[in-house]
Nanobody, 122 residues
């Protein structure tokens, strides 16, 4: 399974970016997809998750109200719309395919993409 995250880049504080995650060559095989991020020198942390059938979304407190996760099942793509970006949002963002357990923990996901760098300048 190959997950590909894209859309990262350099943006000023207060700006926006939209990340995309696709599963190469096939449809998503799980019931949910998630986004995590890892800043330099820090542990990877949960950002958001979405169930693919109902579209129910889950967010970390640090991004709720600023980030929106969505999915396009026809395009096999999950998006993370990020607005009002802050320098502390700087990290490598990963998409992951959910398997079982709590959406908020990375051990619930069993396939990970290589990540895309998001840098927010102050």
């Amino acid at each position: 399974v190959q997950l590909q995250a894209s859309g990262g880049g350099l943006v000023q504080a207060g700006g926006s970016l939209r990340l995309s995650c696709t599963a190469s060559g096939r449809t998503f095989s799980s019931s949910a997809e998630g986004w995590f991020r890892q800043a330099r020198g820090k542990e990877r942390e949960f950002v958001a998750a979405i169930t693919l059938s109902s579209g129910r979304a889950y967010y970390a407190d640090s991004v709720r109200g600023r980030f929106t996760i969505s999915r396009d099942n026809a395009e096999n793509t999950v998006y993370l719309q990020m607005t009002s970006l802050k320098p502390e949002d700087t990290a490598v963002y990963y998409c992951a395919e959910y398997r079982r357990g709590s959406y908020y923990y990375e051990n619930a996901y069993d396939y990970w993409g290589p990540g895309t760098q998001v840098t927010v300048s102050s």
